[in-house]
């Protein structure tokens, strides 16, 4: 029976090229699409799965509530934590200590900057290091011996034997010799404990006092006794303090579902699962909209098959293998177009992996559950309805050549249709929303100059070399000796820094009245090169600037427009500050100015001299010759630090680069209308050849009477363009929702007027009669007396 039905569907195929091809390529479109979305949602829900024993490993979480009754969460937890869990606790299988520090790694003259983590556990073991040159058990027998990464040993000394060798490692003050004791293979992208080579520390005979820990249970521990048993060895001064173990494949993706008030760290970006809602959605709707197509073809021809049905039942096929049939055939049309969306999957791979960010690897036997899944979900949506509609013909009627519809059949096509395009409508009008929102972002004045600031990265032990010497002023005027080079600056932070400090400040007049500012350290020169006004006073003298510390206990702040409003101060100067245990005179106020994204609204600032601990170079060019001028900058900065690379940045782009994600979505949305109304056009371009070659005979009627073309495209057009404005209509208020909800990510904001969804209903408009107008206008173009004689 299954080999008949086939051989009637490809025949069928065969006699109808036109809508098959079009069935085809809707299928083939819609599958891929959902392919390449679940390959990047799988590898968002991959993050450290593959770790050894990964449903069992899990990081310790300290939850504490301030004094100000604000949720508090730490990951970095004292290491008599870690020796407490490992002695006395028979469920805990093994504890590991993570700490990830970006240091410079030196050898053989090469000079490059990796992540150096150094554990306190059996690292091999707990983190599943696949070791393939070496031995690295030698970590806990020989000091200062490191394990690294395939290919930072290739980086550091090529294709010689790394085993032996040594590696200097340096980070700002600290500076030390490892030998090399073990290769590994590089790690997956897809975990959050990076890093390119392991070293071991014990507990009591290195400089970190607090780590993240990690813990793998036994199978049979019991998770919630453990976090009381830690409330009650490690008790805080808050009496709200708990702890909480989060297992380690949740961490990427559920940490602000799982801890109440987490708000991340100032390491890796955390993900939201809820953020991969938007994506699944779009996936299923343009899947749908590809699975709308094969439905409404096959539905509307049907009359052209009633008789093969009516035939069929007379010599007593059942309805449920005339439904067979139709699912045959949309698992036909399914099975053709899924090899197609591969092969188009492997084309369009590198370009979406890109897009999303992720290193996407496309392998059929790695997701092949999945793919079988979306395959025979695809089938039997696409296949259900024409089914379960063809197989209610009453034989008599069939044979007739008649259809008795059923109830709602008509309005449920036209509705499959007004689906699709209300679909492409909210899609258009989504993308339009996020680009302009995008300009906004990128054009928008955040209070000082961005536009050629190149930013010049001074950390490191050669840098600090500097700093103790006092070089630093004598750097900076080599720099404005070149007169493209219109200022320069120092400073700690960076504009538009997720991180800047954080601190609760209060008048020393009225103590129970604390403010909360960002804290940004920069010196003097930082407010000229960028342009930032002193509205009142005077900022810091390069004298002071030079001698002040972390430690100096009287300090000179200035502070911006907000803080003095939050304050309540008409006259800020002269007023004093308590920063910590420090106090701090307010000696200007300076013009308002973003140290954050535009997520966040303006806020109070405190601008702290950073003195010699800084991070940062500034440089204001001109710009012209920018290309000369960089040059002068390299080679000034190879004079005074010949062993470090020269890395700089521009601001712009460095701003730039927080609206990453925002843009990606920008470049998902566009692509996404796109193959959204070229699938709708697909259908529609189907339907109406459909619906011109069903009326041939009134179409030749009409010309014999003197009807012209454009009246004959006007008159079959208008049913279609109706759709199209009632999917508009439809499509306005959801799409208004979905960005208004979306726009509400950002404090700074454009206003959500008409222009995009009346742009998105002209364009869905638009293609609705251009595609239809042409196939209208090709029947209407024949011979009447060759289209009436045929008839």
């Not at 990081?59 to 869990?85: N, T």
């Not at 290309?627 to 010949?642: C, D, G, K, L, Y």
């Not at 990510?745 to 222009?755: E, K, M, P, Q, T």
Request: glycine share 6%; net charge positive; proline share 4%.
């Amino acid at each position: 029976m299954f080999y008949n039905f086939l051989t009637v569907a490809i025949r069928n195929a065969m006699r109808h090229k036109f809508y098959a091809i079009i069935s085809l390529s809707s299928l083939a479109i819609g599958l891929t699409c959902a392919v390449l979305i679940m390959l990047s949602i799988r590898y968002e829900m991959s993050y450290d799965a593959f770790r050894p024993h990964a449903d069992r490993v899990y990081r310790i979480m300290k939850r504490d509530i301030d004094a100000r009754g604000q949720v508090e969460w730490r990951g970095a937890l004292p290491s008599e934590i870690a020796v407490h869990l490992r002695d006395e606790y028979p469920e805990v299988e093994a504890v590991v200590q993570f700490r990830r520090i970006t240091s410079w790694f030196r050898a053989e003259d090469r000079l490059f900057q990796q992540r150096l983590c150094p554990v306190d556990g059996d690292a091999v073991d707990f983190f599943g290091l696949d070791i393939i040159r070496g031995d690295a058990t030698a970590l806990k027998r020989r000091d200062a011996s490191i394990v690294l990464t395939q290919s930072v040993a290739q980086k550091l000394y090529g294709h010689k034997d790394p085993i032996g060798r040594t590696v200097e490692v340096q980070r700002e003050t600290y500076q030390q010799v490892f030998t090399v004791v073990a290769v590994m293979k590089d790690r997956p992208t897809n975990t959050r404990l990076e890093f390119d080579s392991v070293t071991f520390f014990a507990s009591d005979n290195w400089a970190i006092r607090t780590a993240p820990i990690y813990v793998r249970l036994r199978p049979d521990a019991d998770v919630a006794a453990l976090e009381h048993a830690l409330v009650a060895r490690f008790p805080s001064e808050s009496q709200e303090a708990t702890y909480h173990l989060q297992a380690l494949p949740r961490v990427h993706l559920y940490s602000r579902i799982d801890l109440e008030g987490f708000t991340g760290d100032s390491g890796m970006p955390y993900r939201d699962v809820r953020d991969l809602y938007p994506l699944s959605v779009l996936g299923v709707g343009i899947l749908l909209i590809a699975c709308i197509n094969f439905m409404n073809l096959a539905t509307a021809r049907s009359a052209i098959r009633a008789r093969e049905i009516g035939l069929r039942k007379v010599v007593g096929a059942r309805r449920q293998h005339i439904m067979g049939q139709f699912l045959c055939e949309s698992v036909l049309f399914t099975g053709v177009a899924l090899p197609v969306s591969f092969g188009l999957t492997v084309l369009l791979l590198p370009q979406f992996s890109g897009l999303m960010g992720q290193p996407l690897v496309f392998n059929i036997f790695d997701h092949v559950w999945w793919i079988v899944c979306i395959a025979l979900v695809t089938a039997l949506v696409s296949g259900s309805y024409p089914a379960f509609y063809l197989s209610a013909q009453q034989p008599v009627d069939a044979l007739k050549g008649l259809r008795n519809r059923l109830p709602g059949d008509l309005w449920l096509r036209k509705g499959l249709v007004v689906v699709q395009f209300a679909v492409s409508a909210i899609l258009i009008a989504s993308t339009l929303v996020v680009y302009q929102q995008m300009d906004l972002v990128q054009s928008k004045y955040l209070g000082f100059d961005r536009d050629e600031i190149v930013v010049v990265k001074i950390f490191g032990p050669d840098a600090e070399q500097i700093r103790l010497n006092g070089q630093y002023n004598a750097v900076k005027q080599r720099f404005l000796q070149h007169p493209n080079i219109v200022a320069a600056g120092t400073s700690l932070d960076l504009p538009g820094h997720s991180w800047p400090s954080r601190r609760f400040v209060s008048d020393v007049e009225m103590p129970d009245r604390e403010v909360d500012v960002r804290v940004f350290r920069a010196n003097e020169d930082f407010l000229t090169c960028y342009n930032i006004s002193i509205l009142a006073g005077r900022s810091f003298s390069q004298a002071y600037a030079e001698q002040v510390t972390e430690n100096s206990s009287a300090m000179q702040v200035v502070i911006n427009e907000t803080a003095a409003k939050r304050f309540g101060w008409s006259n800020p100067l002269g007023h004093t500050l308590m920063i910590g245990e420090r106090h701090a005179q307010v000696i200007g106020v300076m013009g308002d100015f973003h140290v954050r994204s535009l997520r966040e609204p303006l806020g109070p600032v405190v601008l702290s001299a950073a003195g010699t601990d800084l991070k940062y170079l500034h440089l204001k060019i001109k710009p012209d010759r920018i290309r000369e001028t960089m040059a002068f900058v390299e080679e000034t900065w190879s004079h005074f630090i010949p062993t470090r690379p020269f890395e700089y940045f521009f601001i712009d782009d460095y701003i730039d680069s927080k609206y990453r994600r925002e843009q990606r979505q920008g470049h998902i949305f566009t692509r996404s209308a796109i193959v959204a109304i070229v699938l709708a056009c697909l259908g529609l371009a189907g339907l109406a050849a459909f619906a011109a070659e069903q009326r041939t005979r009134e179409i030749g009627i009409r010309k014999v009477l003197g009807a012209s073309a454009s009246h004959l495209v006007v008159l079959i057009s208008r049913d279609f363009a109706r759709l199209a404005v009632f999917a508009s209509t439809i499509a306005c208020p959801v799409g208004y929702f979905l960005m208004r909800n979306w726009l509400q990510n950002f404090a700074y904001r454009v206003d959500l007027g008409f222009f995009p969804f009346v742009v998105s209903a002209l364009g869905v408009v638009a293609a609705t009669i251009l595609v239809v107008g042409y196939q209208v206008y090709k029947a209407a173009s024949a011979n009447p007396a060759e289209v009436l004689r045929r008839e």
